[in-house]
Nanobody, 118 residues
Framework: QVQLVESGGGLVQAGDSLRLSCAAS????????MGWYRQAPGKERELVAQ??????TYADSVKGRFTISRDIAKNTVNLQMSSLEPEDTAVYYC?????????????WGQGTQVTVSS
Protein backbone atom coordinates (compact mmCIF):
# COMPACT_ATOMS: atom_id res chain seq x y z
CA GLN A 1 0.00 0.00 0.00
CA VAL A 2 1.27 3.43 -0.97
CA GLN A 3 0.81 6.47 1.19
CA LEU A 4 1.89 10.09 1.34
CA VAL A 5 2.57 11.74 4.69
CA GLU A 6 2.92 15.51 5.00
CA SER A 7 4.47 17.56 7.76
CA GLY A 8 5.48 21.12 8.49
CA GLY A 9 2.27 23.12 8.55
CA GLY A 10 1.46 25.62 11.26
CA LEU A 11 0.53 29.15 12.25
CA VAL A 12 2.86 31.94 11.15
CA GLN A 13 2.74 35.69 10.64
CA ALA A 14 2.72 37.49 7.33
CA GLY A 15 6.22 37.70 5.93
CA ASP A 16 7.39 34.54 7.68
CA SER A 17 8.69 31.38 6.05
CA LEU A 18 7.54 27.79 6.38
CA ARG A 19 8.69 24.50 4.94
CA LEU A 20 6.38 21.63 4.06
CA SER A 21 7.61 18.10 3.54
CA CYS A 22 5.98 15.03 2.07
CA ALA A 23 7.27 11.47 2.08
CA ALA A 24 5.95 8.65 -0.07
CA SER A 25 6.20 5.10 1.22
CA UNK A 26 5.06 1.63 0.26
CA UNK A 27 5.65 -0.70 -2.66
CA UNK A 28 6.88 2.02 -5.01
CA UNK A 29 8.56 1.27 -8.30
CA UNK A 30 8.96 4.87 -9.39
CA UNK A 31 7.40 8.30 -9.01
CA UNK A 32 6.69 10.64 -11.87
CA UNK A 33 5.30 14.02 -10.93
CA MET A 34 5.13 15.25 -7.33
CA GLY A 35 3.42 18.41 -6.28
CA TRP A 36 1.53 20.52 -3.79
CA TYR A 37 -2.06 21.68 -3.97
CA ARG A 38 -3.98 23.84 -1.56
CA GLN A 39 -7.59 24.45 -0.68
CA ALA A 40 -8.81 27.50 1.17
CA PRO A 41 -12.24 27.61 2.84
CA GLY A 42 -14.96 28.03 0.26
CA LYS A 43 -12.57 27.67 -2.65
CA GLU A 44 -11.62 24.90 -5.01
CA ARG A 45 -8.39 22.97 -4.63
CA GLU A 46 -5.65 24.55 -6.74
CA LEU A 47 -2.20 23.58 -7.89
CA VAL A 48 0.56 25.43 -6.05
CA ALA A 49 3.70 23.83 -7.47
CA GLN A 50 4.68 20.69 -9.31
CA UNK A 51 7.98 19.03 -10.09
CA UNK A 52 9.02 16.27 -12.46
CA UNK A 53 12.25 15.09 -14.01
CA UNK A 54 11.82 17.72 -16.71
CA UNK A 55 11.37 20.67 -14.37
CA UNK A 56 8.99 22.52 -12.09
CA THR A 57 5.98 24.79 -12.46
CA TYR A 58 4.33 27.22 -10.09
CA ALA A 59 1.04 29.00 -9.72
CA ASP A 60 1.39 32.67 -10.62
CA SER A 61 0.39 33.65 -7.09
CA VAL A 62 3.43 31.95 -5.54
CA LYS A 63 6.13 32.51 -8.15
CA GLY A 64 9.21 34.03 -6.59
CA ARG A 65 8.06 33.17 -3.07
CA PHE A 66 7.75 29.37 -3.05
CA THR A 67 10.30 26.79 -4.11
CA ILE A 68 9.58 23.12 -4.69
CA SER A 69 12.32 20.52 -4.43
CA ARG A 70 12.50 16.78 -4.56
CA ASP A 71 14.75 13.97 -3.40
CA ILE A 72 14.18 11.14 -5.86
CA ALA A 73 16.18 8.61 -3.85
CA LYS A 74 14.14 9.29 -0.69
CA ASN A 75 10.77 9.72 -2.43
CA THR A 76 10.24 13.09 -0.80
CA VAL A 77 9.09 16.48 -1.98
CA ASN A 78 9.43 19.77 -0.12
CA LEU A 79 7.83 23.17 -0.48
CA GLN A 80 9.79 26.10 0.89
CA MET A 81 7.41 29.00 1.38
CA SER A 82 8.72 32.51 1.96
CA SER A 83 7.11 35.93 2.30
CA LEU A 84 3.89 34.27 3.31
CA GLU A 85 0.69 36.23 2.94
CA PRO A 86 -2.70 35.77 4.62
CA GLU A 87 -4.00 34.70 1.21
CA ASP A 88 -1.73 31.64 1.46
CA THR A 89 -3.84 30.31 4.31
CA ALA A 90 -5.18 26.91 3.28
CA VAL A 91 -4.89 23.18 3.75
CA TYR A 92 -1.93 22.04 1.68
CA TYR A 93 -2.02 18.60 0.08
CA CYS A 94 0.84 16.58 -1.31
CA UNK A 95 0.15 14.78 -4.57
CA UNK A 96 2.21 12.25 -6.47
CA UNK A 97 1.88 10.11 -9.56
CA UNK A 98 3.22 6.79 -8.35
CA UNK A 99 3.91 3.56 -10.16
CA UNK A 100 3.66 0.64 -7.75
CA UNK A 101 3.87 -3.09 -8.29
CA UNK A 102 0.09 -3.13 -8.70
CA UNK A 103 -0.87 0.01 -10.57
CA UNK A 104 -0.06 3.53 -11.65
CA UNK A 105 -2.17 6.28 -10.16
CA UNK A 106 -2.17 9.59 -8.35
CA UNK A 107 -2.11 9.62 -4.56
CA TRP A 108 -3.00 12.35 -2.07
CA GLY A 109 -1.70 13.08 1.39
CA GLN A 110 -4.01 13.83 4.29
CA GLY A 111 -3.32 17.56 4.18
CA THR A 112 -1.56 19.97 6.50
CA GLN A 113 -2.96 23.30 7.66
CA VAL A 114 -1.06 26.51 6.96
CA THR A 115 -2.42 29.64 8.59
CA VAL A 116 -0.88 33.04 7.96
CA SER A 117 -1.97 35.87 10.23
CA SER A 118 -1.78 39.50 9.21
Amino acid sequence: QVQLVESGGGLVQAGDSLRLSCAASGRIVSINTMGWYRQAPGKERELVAQISRSGSTYADSVKGRFTISRDIAKNTVNLQMSSLEPEDTAVYYCNAEIISYVQSRRYWGQGTQVTVSS
